[in-house]
C-alpha cells in the first residue's frame, strides 16, 4: 500500500510541476531539447541509465501488483506500463522519436496550452489518488 501511495504522489507532483513547462515552453527550451538532449546525431548515452530503472520500476509495479491487495492500484501500474511504448521508440527508433518531438515543438500555442492542462490536471487525479484512495 505504502508503494502505490508514494509512486502515486511522486507522479503527482512531477506531473503538477512539469504540466505548466510545456504551457510556457519557450523558443529556447524548444531548441535545447531539439538540439542537446535529443541531438539528431543519434542516441545520446545518457538514455540507457533512466531507462533502466523504469524499466525496473515497472517491473517491480507489477511484482507489487501481483503479490499485495491494494485497491485502485491497476491505475498506477496501468500508467507506468504505457511508458513501455515510450522506452521502445526511444531506445529502438530513435529516428521517430525525434521527428515526434519535432512534430509536438512545432505545435501551436493553444495545443501546448490544451496538453500542459491536461498533463497539470492529470497529475492532480494522481495526487488525489494517493493522498485518499491508498
Given amino acids: 500500500m505504502f508503494y502505490f501511495k508514494l509512486i502515486a504522489l511522486l507522479l503527482g507532483v512531477e506531473m503538477v ?4 513547462v510545456f504551457i510556457l515552453m519557450h523558443k529556447e527550451f524548444k531548441e535545447a531539447l531539439l538540439y542537446d538532449i535529443c541531438p539528431p546525431s543519434g542516441l545520446p548515452g545518457w538514455v540507457w541509465f533512466p531507462m533502466t530503472g523504469v524499466m525496473g520500476l515497472i517491473f517491480l509495479t507489477w511484482y507489487m501488483e501481483y503479490a499485495t491487495v491494494v485497491s485502485l492500484s491497476w491505475i498506477i501500474t496501468l500508467y507506468l506500463t504505457l511508458g513501455l ?7 529502438f527508433r530513435y529516428d521517430q522519436f525525434r521527428q515526434l518531438l519535432i512534430w509536438f515543438s512545432r505545435k501551436e500555442r493553444l495545443f501546448q496550452w490544451g496538453f500542459g492542462s491536461f498533463i497539470y490536471f492529470f497529475g492532480i487525479f494522481f495526487l488525489i489518488l494517493g493522498m485518499y484512495a491508498f
Fill in 85 to 91: 511504448g515510450k522506452f521502445y521508440m526511444l531506445v
Fill in 17 to 20: 510541476s512539469i504540466g505548466p
